[in-house]
């Protein structure tokens, strides 16, 4: 069953339609429904293109955190092969938002990095809603480091809210992890290359967004803070979040425009979640492609590049 968000109402009212029509011509062979499908079918398509052409920031938000929106798993089963997860930060205890091991990506041994939101509310729960504690991002250091002194390239997928502002998170030194995790990011010598598949929330996600190259998906969105957080410390009313997010350019649009990207992979027509398969590939060969323009710089060139491409970042603004 497909989720429609607010502005998809004259899709689904058509694809309604649709379905009412096939289920009639499955019980009664003799009405021939196979025109008016195919008409209706086209208007969707219609429709849809009319719709996502002109998607303001706030929808743009609904799309990036679409419950049917493929998530880090995802795209591990689809791009990896060897995939080995590793767990824990050998300091406190395991953190199931960040998932991170090593493996093979077309045939090249890599460290992978993600975050894991969860698609029901068992994973959900297991993964809370994709918002690390400070063991997440010390796991991730711990994995860093591993591909650092094994000279391996490092793959990373965000996909959060930001990350978990409880209390214990909080006594268990989140800031500082964070920051370790970026600094991290920016120090070791091997190529890392991050894609933002659905939100990409504040300090949880550049901890692991540090890369040479960074890219994001057409419907993703990239921000200091959410726009619920933003409306709700401005205006004192989260209501305003859609305002916010206009605001705050957190659109691929305009974070390439800005330079703090480097680069928008186009989602299919009705966001990533329409055709999941084709985004994972398309993600899969931006990655490939980074990977071989890297491979031939050195150690040393790989870390100055990356340290001196966010030290640019707003200079020319």
Known sequence: MHNYLDFEKPISDLEGKIIELKKLATEDESIDTS???TRLESRVQ??????????????????????????FVDYA????TDFTPLAGDRKF???????????????????IIGQEKGNDTKSRLKHNFGSPRPEGYRKAIRILELADRFSLPVITLIDTAGAYPGVGA?????????????????????P??????????SGGAIAIATGNRVYMLEHAIYSVISPEGAASILWRDSARAKEAATNMKITSEDLKSLGVID???PEPIGGAHRDPAKVITATGDVI???????????ANQIRAERRQKFLDIGRNL
């Open 77 to 80: 089963n689809a791009l990896f």
């Open 263 to 265: 680069g928008v992979i």
């Open 192 to 201: 890392i290359v991050s894609v933002v598949i659905g939100e990409g929330g």
């Open 35 to 37: 025109e008016e499908i």
């Open 46 to 71: 219609d429709a849809m293109q009319d719709i996502y052409s002109k998607l303001n920031p706030w929808q743009k938000t609904q799309v990036a955190r679409h419950p049917q929106r493929p998530h």
């Open 170 to 190: 909080e006594e268990r030194g989140q800031a500082e992890a964070i920051a370790r995790s970026t600094e991290m990011c920016l120090n070791v010598k091997v």
């Open 93 to 111: 205890s395991e953190d199931a938002a960040i998932q991170a091991g090593l493996g093979r990506f077309n045939g090249q041994p890599v460290a």
């Open 288 to 298: 490939n492609k980074a990977l071989s323009e890297l491979s031939t710089h050195s």
